[in-house]
């Protein structure tokens, strides 16, 4: 008892003691802190800095202040996909807490055009601090902690201003999955002594590394697309409050120092958001941030690198909202100390960093409440005011899922969106009043609304960290025009609600069901009924048919379950018709006879069987995760169907003949054994190649296509400045644009598509030939192909004519490669069905 009780004392003064030396070595001189509230070192039981921190524990941390402080509130707005919370604890003054609806009320009122204006002496502002979007970047979640202590419990007249002036919500992790799965590698292989040698496991993560999410996601690309699930969730929260500023902080390189916004002048910057957030705001925050670094001795830079034109990043979505998103930057230690040649980065030390430009921020923010508020009102009013007085309407009859799936997607981004009170004829579009909706440019949200539907053209450098188009229009592949309001009766505003609209129960049949291939969510259900063994064929020939909804046109790929040769009862068959229909949204056609009015009639050789394919794709080191994921995520949420994913270092292992399918996306691939592949496929399996996997079977001669290259690039004499390689090199990548594709519809991968102009996006240096076969080069770049995003001329004429998509027959099997991403971050539903009918038709097309 007496050595227990000796121990525990022990343990006791040692957590006091390292809580004071943190004190000291985190925060700036001369704080004292409420000894009531626990420091995170002494609820943790360790140092901040000397482990990582788990997030149930940063989300225990968190409640425990909720708990204890006056000042701190906690809520939860949603689960991850491996259901963790995503939590924001909201800090203030009491009173301001108290008052928290009505202050939220006041400040969207403010931010509204037409809203009253607030009493800005009065108002506080609001501030987001968001922390760790790339789990493997995770200095900033231990910051949140710190910054939440401070807040709530630093005994200084400053911070009491703070907490009178402003309201923070801290979001301690924006993506916990992937920070736990970076934090169970780093803990688990730690060593006491911790090693600094970068070749130590605890430096080398493995494949896919915590940066991404659950389905391997980067979520600080998703602000835009919205297709993760912490994406939409945090939107809604977003759109709930429009703060002024908002953090976005992250970890590069070990071998560099620490960055800040400004980012490069007009180069890196979005070309619509105004000049006043970067010449003015942002230079008023660099000078808070760079004193805040200068006093800890800390080096950095500014005003390089980075991009920040991207909607889709946390850092650039505040500032098409009035607010101001800044990216912080830290070398990181990846790991828990690391030599980087040149010196050792600790992780207190990249958290200190992070501490310091936080508290910095929220200094600056305070300093400049009044300017902020006032800044957002003004945005959007000018944003409205200045708006063209054109409106966008868009939509189509033969896509009404791919149509509500966009208008969501606007009201998740709080855009207005409207009905047409009559039909629109253009001159080269129609638009039906039942299927098509408008978005006005005169709107608070106009800046979105450009982002969403405009091309971006002209570029003021050529160097991209990433994507240089981002037109969801494009993405979709929505049809849409741009006309003047005069010329438009727009009718009334909708709401999510409106759009919930039922598919009307299945009419039952004796004879036959169809399904429209053309329809988006035609794929589910088709899942769904060969999951359930019912036979079902294509048509590989378009129709006209008589059904109970009177006489109905089907193109190719329509799906029919005939009655006659099903195991199931007709019962059973109507009943998993009726659930199909439900569960996918997509409406079932029920026909009485098998003679067409037009086209094939339902006994044609032309309609094939279609089988529930077996599939499996090679992941793990060395491949795109980001590519495996986005058919991972599509085909467990969209199509609820399986697919197994193989470790590439177990591949040798695997019995192939198991699978019917086996899909490749970019990687390394030079190790495996391409004969045993090459052989599989001419026993009848299905290869699906996609970017460098494509690249690898034309190495392998598993293709007899041939890559495009470039005749410039062999101009051996040719002599350039060193200082001029980066831009040289830069300007010819092939960051991510769009391109017009012409699209065989006739071919099983490209049915359901109803025009044979398709936009593509391509972010490889994957140039295909077309080949000498004739009836399988089934999508072409067209030969002036150019829609958005950046592009070196000599890239362009690359892809000039080039092939996007092509089968090939190999003995009893198919080898079916894309040069490109067709679900490229899971937003490119208009290529997506390119890769659905590779899935499902892939083996009947020869
Ligand atoms: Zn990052």
Redo the contacts with the bound molecule.
């Keep these: 008892m007496q050595i227990r009780f000796i121990m525990c004392s022990m343990l006791l003064l040692f957590v006091l003691n390292i809580g004071n030396a943190q004190e000291e070595y985190y925060f700036p001189e001369g704080v004292s802190f409420n000894k009531n509230i626990p420091s995170p070192s002494e609820f943790l039981g360790y140092e901040i800095g000397e482990w990582h921190t788990r997030h149930a524990r940063l989300v225990s941390y968190m409640e425990k202040l909720a708990e204890i402080s006056p000042n701190a509130q906690i809520q939860t707005i949603g689960y991850t996909h491996e259901k963790r919370p995503q939590i924001i604890l909201t800090i203030s003054s009491e009173s301001n807490l108290a008052n928290l609806e009505n202050i939220r009320q006041e400040h969207l009122e403010h931010a509204d055009p037409d809203g009253k204006e607030g009493e800005i002496g009065k108002m506080p502002v609001i501030v987001h601090l968001g922390y760790n979007?790339?789990g493997n970047?995770p200095s900033s979640s231990e910051v949140s902690m710190l910054v939440a202590y401070y807040l709530v419990a630093a005994q200084d007249p400053a911070v009491q201003n703070y907490l009178q002036k402003g309201v923070f919500h801290i979001e301690p992790t924006l993506n916990p999955d992937g920070r736990d799965r970076h934090t169970t590698w780093v803990n688990s292989n730690k060593g006491v002594p911790a090693v600094a040698d970068p070749w130590d496991r605890e430096h080398n993560e493995a494949w896919p590394s915590g940066?991404t999410n659950h389905y391997w996601f980067d979520l600080?690309r998703d602000w835009l697309p919205l297709t993760q699930v912490e994406s939409q969730n945090r939107m809604a929260f977003y759109h709930k409050w429009l703060p002024n500023i908002v953090t976005?902080?992250?970890?590069?390189g070990s071998n560099s120092t620490y960055f800040f916004e400004p980012t490069k002048k007009f180069g890196s910057e979005n070309p619509i958001v105004p000049r006043y957030n970067y010449d003015t705001l942002n230079t008023i925050f660099a000078k808070y941030h760079q004193e805040a670094l200068d006093e800890i001795g800390s080096l950095y830079f500014t005003g390089e690198r980075f991009d920040n034109s991207y909607p889709g990043y946390g850092s650039t979505y505040p500032d098409l909202h009035g607010a101001l998103g800044i990216v912080y930057?830290q070398a990181s230690s990846r790991g828990h100390i690391q030599n980087n040649g040149s010196e050792e980065i600790t992780f207190p030390f990249s958290i200190r960093n992070h501490l310091r430009t936080s508290l910095a921020t929220i200094r600056a923010t305070i300093d400049n409440r009044e300017l902020l508020l006032n800044w957002q009102r003004k945005f959007f009013r000018d944003a409205r005011n200045n708006a063209s007085g054109n409106v966008y309407v868009y939509g189509a009859k033969d896509k009404p899922g791919k149509t509500k799936q966009f208008t969501n997607l606007l009201l998740d981004h709080s855009i207005e969106v409207y009905r047409l009170k009559n039909d629109l004829k253009t001159d080269d579009r129609s638009f039906s009043k039942d299927f098509a909706y408008a978005v006005p440019g005169k709107q608070a949200q106009n800046l979105m609304v450009k982002s969403i539907f405009d091309k971006v053209t002209t570029f003021a450098d050529s160097i991209f960290y990433d994507t240089s188009a981002w037109s969801m229009a494009l993405a979709y592949d929505i049809p849409y025009t741009e006309i003047s309001s005069r010329k438009l009766n727009m009718g009334k505003k909708i709401t999510a609600e409106d759009l919930k609209t039922e598919i009307p129960e299945p009419v039952r049949s004796n004879y036959a069901y169809i399904i429209d291939w053309a329809d988006f969510k035609a794929p589910a259900a088709l899942y769904y009924l060969l999951k359930n063994e019912i036979n079902i064929k294509a048509a590989f020939a378009p129709f006209s048919i008589e059904t109970d909804k009177g006489l109905q046109d089907f193109g190719y790929g329509s799906l029919m379950i005939s009655l006659h040769d099903q195991s199931s009862s007709p019962e059973e068959v109507y009943k998993l018709v009726s659930e199909a229909s439900e569960k996918a949204g997509v409406p079932v056609h029920a026909v009485v006879s098998g003679r067409s009015a037009k086209g094939i009639d339902l006994g044609s050789p032309d309609f094939k069987d279609i089988g529930l394919p077996d599939i499996v794709m090679l992941t793990g080191e060395g491949t795109s995760g980001y590519e495996a994921g986005e058919i991972w995520f599509m085909l467990d949420t969209y199509l609820e169907m399986p697919v197994t994913k193989v470790d590439r270092y177990d591949f040798s292992r695997l019995d192939l003949s198991e699978y019917d399918i086996l899909l490749m996306v970019s990687g390394n691939y030079d190790s495996l054994d391409s004969e045993r592949i090459e052989n599989w496929i001419k026993n009848g399996g299905t290869l699906i190649t996609q970017r460098t996997a494509s690249e690898w079977a034309i190495k392998k001669d598993i293709s007899a296509i041939e890559l495009k290259k470039n005749d410039k690039e062999k101009d051996s004499l040719a002599r350039r400045d060193y200082a001029a390689k980066d831009k040289y090199e830069g300007a010819r990548a092939v960051g991510g644009s769009f391109y017009q594709i012409d699209l065989d519809i006739t071919h099983p991968l490209g049915f359901g598509y109803k025009k044979r102009t398709l936009p593509l996006y391509k972010n490889s240096r994957v140039f295909l030939e077309p080949g000498n076969d004739a009836f399988s080069k089934v999508a072409i770049f067209k030969s002036e192909p150019y829609l958005s995003g950046y592009i070196h001329p000599e890239n362009l004429e690359l892809i000039s004519n080039s092939a996007a998509l092509l089968a090939e027959k190999k003995g009893e099997g198919t080898l079916i490669m894309f040069s490109d991403d067709p679900n490229f971050r899971a937003m490119m539903l208009g290529t997506q069905r390119l890769f659905i009918n590779a899935l499902f038709f892939g083996s009947s097309i020869f």
């Design positions: 979007v790339h970047e940066r600080n976005d902080y992250h970890e590069m930057e």
